[in-house]
């Protein structure tokens, strides 16, 4: 142990001593690179202080760069570890009653009914107007806000404890952190020193995004499988509507430049009180065009203006074929492209989640059976298997693979192929089988083998009746036998007589 401690001490101080030398080195390049710099400078070459600037920055950038993935890696890793440790029960964790209760459905179901009756209570606070409001319901605001910024306070805490720290870097929970430090900042630390922010207490309204959580967490039920794939589409378009509200932008602009040249300012409609109402400038004509590309009422002034110039009724069909039926038609093309495409990715990513699934649980099992290995020659014998069930930790891998103590004597000959022994391949291959549900190419293995095992059990009994035969004439044949024997033992009797 004490060896194990020094190498470890010595590979934090190798590892510190190599960070300061790295550190040492990248100041003694920037106090070099500001050394030259100040030299071109004095010596007037500035095409070389040029140089060295690019240079510089360019070090700079990539060092920046090389220090950004070196801390994604480790964080990567952090957090994987992070997973294990929460997920596997066979690994150590810090907090075990914690992990228990994170992991339990009392917890879920718990926390989205409080996420739920949150909404309820955002929605009955928005109703309540500031002239009508009464004391008893300051009163019953403040107590139901207090309590649920405790409730999310409380489940951030424990999900944080259970998961890790790492796990409030993860994008899916930024929402969840800014919304939990929103309430404890307006309610528990600006609320008690009467500092009112509006703008923020308003913003605790936010609160009701968290249903999109609750939505994920019954993603996978079958009966919420369509609200998912609404959910998921909406999110995944974002960026898709954002260059779609840049090029409805964008034709508004070009069309409104047109409409206020030909309308706001022709002189056809320089006392037309309507036109100047609705295209007099550019904010004006957007806003028109705007309400023309929705089809709202725009008959209510394309038709009075139509009547004094009937090219304007030519503008209108004109922009209504580009914007209405043209454009946003192809905007909504492109948004069920990218469903189609976010669907077929997430089936390719699913498959590839659970090949990689797969690799670890066969690591894991391959590592399991080196384990239970004790002679290490790469074969499981019956009582190798037997002594390492003994042991606490084997039988804690064992039920966290959901085989209980009761079944490990029905274990081996359940994986036995009747050999006595069995490699890392066939135990891999039959825990497998066993954690698995039955499919059905399983189902009708089984048949096929009970059929097999009728067919011999007629044979057997085909073969019985024969021998039941045989042995009927060998007792008939001896049968005759006797009575044979018992008429010459008489003719005998008689011969000694006579």
Same mark, same amino acid.
């Given at each position: 142990m004490q060896r194990t401690g020094s190498g470890l001490k010595t590979q934090k101080s190798q590892k510190r001593t190599k960070g300061l030398r790295s550190h040492s080195n990248l100041e003694e390049v920037h106090g070099n690179c500001c050394e030259r710099c100040f030299d071109y400078i004095i010596t007037g070459d500035f095409s070389g202080l040029y140089r060295g600037a690019k240079n510089g920055i360019v070090t700079f950038i990539t060092n920046l760069s090389e220090r950004h993935q070196n801390f994604q890696k480790w964080f990567a890793l952090k957090r994987k570890e992070q997973e294990q440790r929460a997920t596997d029960k066979t690994i150590e964790h810090p907090y075990p009653r914690i992990r228990t209760i994170v992991h339990t459905n009392c917890f879920e179901i718990i926390g989205n009914m409080v996420i739920f009756a949150n909404t309820f209570v955002v929605g009955w606070q928005a109703e309540l107007l500031p002239h009508t409001v009464t004391d008893r319901d300051k009163l019953v605001s403040t107590i139901l806000e207090n309590f649920f910024t405790f409730a999310f306070v409380v489940e951030l805490l424990l999900s944080t404890l259970c998961w890790g720290w790492t796990s409030l870097l993860e994008r899916e929970n930024w929402m969840d952190v800014f919304l939990v430090f929103l309430g404890v900042l307006t309610t528990w630390i600006l609320g008690p020193f009467g500092i009112e922010v509006d703008f923020l207490r308003k913003l605790t309204a936010l609160r009701t995004l968290r249903l999109i959580r609750l939505?994920?967490?019954?993603?996978? *039920? %079958?009966?919420?499988?369509?609200?998912? =794939?609404?959910?998921?589409? $909406? @999110?995944?378009?974002?960026? @898709?509507?954002?260059? @779609?509200?840049?090029?409805?932008? &964008?034709?508004?602009?070009?069309?409104?430049?047109?409409?206020?040249?030909?309308?706001?300012?022709?002189?056809?409609?320089?006392?037309?009180? $309507? =036109?100047?109402?609705?295209?007099?400038? +550019?904010?004006?004509? +957007?806003?028109?065009?705007?309400?023309? +590309? @929705?089809?709202?009422?725009?008959?209510?002034? =394309?038709? %009075?203006l139509m009547e004094k110039q009937v090219w304007v009724a030519l503008f209108f069909i004109f922009f209504i074929a580009v914007a209405v039926f043209v454009m946003l038609n192809l905007v909504t093309a492109v948004i069920v492209e990218n469903s189609f495409s976010e669907s077929k990715s997430e089936e390719i990513e699913l498959a590839v989640r659970l090949e990689r699934e797969k690799e670890e649980e066969l690591e894991d099992l391959k590592q399991f059976f080196l384990q239970i290995d004790l002679d290490g020659n790469g074969a499981l014998t019956k009582q190798e298997f037997f002594k390492a069930t003994k042991q606490r930790k084997i039988r804690q891998k064992l039920r966290a693979l959901d085989i209980m103590p009761k079944d490990i004597d029905e274990l081996w000959d359940i994986l036995d192929e009747g050999k006595g022994e069995m490699n890392v391949e066939e135990f891999q291959s039959g825990i497998r089988r066993l954690r698995g549900e039955a499919k059905a190419k399983d189902i009708?293995?089984?048949?096929?083998?009970? *059929?097999?095992?009728?067919?011999?059990?007629?044979?057997?009994?085909?073969? $019985?009746?024969?021998?039941?035969? *045989?042995?009927?004439?060998?007792?008939?044949?001896?049968?005759? &036998?006797?009575?044979?024997?018992?008429?010459?033992t008489r003719t005998l009797v008689r011969a000694k007589e006579a």
């Open positions: 939505a994920r967490a019954v993603r996978l *039920r %079958p009966e919420f499988k369509e609200m998912w =794939a609404l959910m998921k589409g $909406l @999110t995944d378009s974002g960026e @898709t509507l954002f260059w @779609t509200y840049v090029m409805i932008f &964008c034709v508004l602009y070009f069309f409104a430049i047109i409409a206020t040249s030909l309308i706001g300012k022709a002189e056809a409609f320089q006392d037309d009180a $309507l =036109a100047q109402e609705y295209f007099g400038d +550019m904010i004006l004509s +957007m806003l028109s065009l705007f309400q023309l +590309m @929705t089809l709202d009422s725009w008959t209510g002034f =394309a038709r %009075p009708l293995r089984l048949y096929k083998e009970v *059929r097999q095992f009728e067919a011999s059990v007629d044979e057997v009994e085909g073969h $019985l009746g024969a021998s039941r035969e *045989r042995l009927r004439n060998v007792q008939d044949q001896l049968s005759r &036998c006797k009575v044979d024997v018992a008429a010459f």
